[in-house]
């Protein structure tokens, strides 16, 4: 098998990958209510009850759907806290009952208490949810991917150019860490696999070898040379001005009909960075903005347990559990009601073996340490 965006240790240092999440709000938004500090707990409460007070037709803050359970409420809200991904002894760390995070969950939970969160984000789809982006229905967004929303943030800033969304520092450890925002990792984003029952395995390899050669990678990232691209003496890229005309002011017809970059089964972002523009302008200031903070994960890929074991029915009931578990933390109506739900998943998780669980992740992650150290 072949994976796709797999990164190594000199591409995060390379600059040509970039990070994917940020916490953003309109320009015309942070205009309006002046100065807050979204960066504590209790500056971010305020924040969002400037933004309703200024503008009482917006969802002051919103976030990522919940199709993958967690919404961008978990992980990338962990990965702007820095919360740490093992602990010192390269054992498991459990980031979700992490003291700083659910500090933070206490803050969203205020927010939710003062009609600052709609209850509509908990139950909105992907599509809604980028429905809303691209008429900037959000005062504020944790925004998972940036990336894959970037056609709505597109077609928001080009109407809106006064009101485009920008990342801004918000959502920061009350510990002082800095944020180690991530990417994809040694194990990539999707892996292409050739078969044992291939009849023409050799056939197979020479569509590999294509689609990686500099060839296929230029074709299916940047189109035809000379009709949609042109390329310097230093092996940069840019848009021919018909091109570029369709990607900034034809958006859907952009993602549809060219579809730029999207044949992402052998895509590496090294070849995206020879053009800019391969992403929409609406993210080139998110992807600054983050940059110095992007940071690998390489010790905690693949260390889930072995599919169809007890342990790996465990805990996908345990990440069930958890997603309601923080969706309710959040809708609770007081502090004692949080407190409470969190004593239950962690009741919960107790019941369902979380120790074996994280005892054989932590073995994983050993190995995975081991490996790289080697």
């Given at each position: ?32 209510i002046g100065q807050q500090d979204f960066t504590t707990p209790e500056g971010f409460v305020k924040g969002m009850q400037a933004i309703k007070e200024k503008f009482p037709n917006l969802t002051p803050f919103g976030f990522n759907d919940f199709t993958d359970n967690n919404s961008s409420l978990q992980s ?220 690998p994960q390489f010790k905690i890929e693949n260390i889930a347990p072995d599919t169809g074991s007890a342990e790996a029915r465990s805990l996908s009931a345990i990440q069930t559990n958890w997603s309601t578990t923080m969706v309710g933390m959040i809708r ?43």
């Amino acid at each position: 098998g072949y994976p796709s965006y797999s990164n190594t240790t000199a591409d995060y240092k390379s600059g040509m990958i970039h990070p994917t999440s940020a916490f953003i709000v309109r320009k015309d938004v942070m205009n309006a209510i002046g100065q807050q500090d979204f960066t504590t707990p209790e500056g971010f409460v305020k924040g969002m009850q400037a933004i309703k007070e200024k503008f009482p037709n917006l969802t002051p803050f919103g976030f990522n759907d919940f199709t993958d359970n967690n919404s961008s409420l978990q992980s990338t809200v962990q990965d702007m806290l820095g919360v740490p991904i093992t602990t010192k002894s390269d054992g498991y760390y459990d980031r979700d009952l992490d003291a700083d995070y659910v500090k933070w969950l206490e803050a969203f939970r205020e927010v939710h208490a003062a009609g600052n969160i709609s209850d509509d984000s908990f139950a909105d789809d992907a599509d809604t949810f980028k429905e809303k982006v691209s008429t900037g229905q959000y005062g504020a967004i944790m925004m998972q991917n940036f990336v894959s929303t970037g056609t709505q943030l597109q077609t928001f800033a080009s109407k809106n150019p006064d009101s485009a969304y920008e990342a801004v520092d918000g959502i920061s450890s009350t510990e002082g860490r800095e944020p180690t925002l991530s990417q994809s990792g040694l194990s990539g984003w999707s892996i292409n696999y050739i078969t044992k029952q291939t009849k023409n395995p050799a056939k197979a390899i020479q569509v590999f070898e294509y689609l990686l050669s500099d060839y296929g990678q230029m074709l299916t990232n940047f189109g035809i040379e000379g009709q949609t691209y042109t390329k310097s003496a230093d092996g940069t890229v840019t848009w021919t001005e018909q091109a570029n005309q369709v990607r900034l002011n034809e958006t859907e017809k952009w993602q549809k009909e060219y579809r730029m970059g999207e044949f992402v089964l052998f895509g590496h972002d090294r070849y995206k960075a020879l053009n800019k523009a391969s992403y929409v302008d609406a993210v080139w200031q998110m992807q600054d903005w983050g940059q110095k903070y992007l940071t690998p994960q390489f010790k905690i890929e693949n260390i889930a347990p072995d599919t169809g074991s007890a342990e790996a029915r465990s805990l996908s009931a345990i990440q069930t559990n958890w997603s309601t578990t923080m969706v309710g933390m959040i809708r609770a109506g007081s502090q004692s009601d949080f407190d409470g739900i969190l004593k239950k998943y962690k009741q919960f998780q107790k019941d369902n073996n979380i120790e074996q669980v994280n005892t054989i992740r932590s073995e994983k992650i050993k190995a995975n340490v081991k490996k790289l150290t080697d």
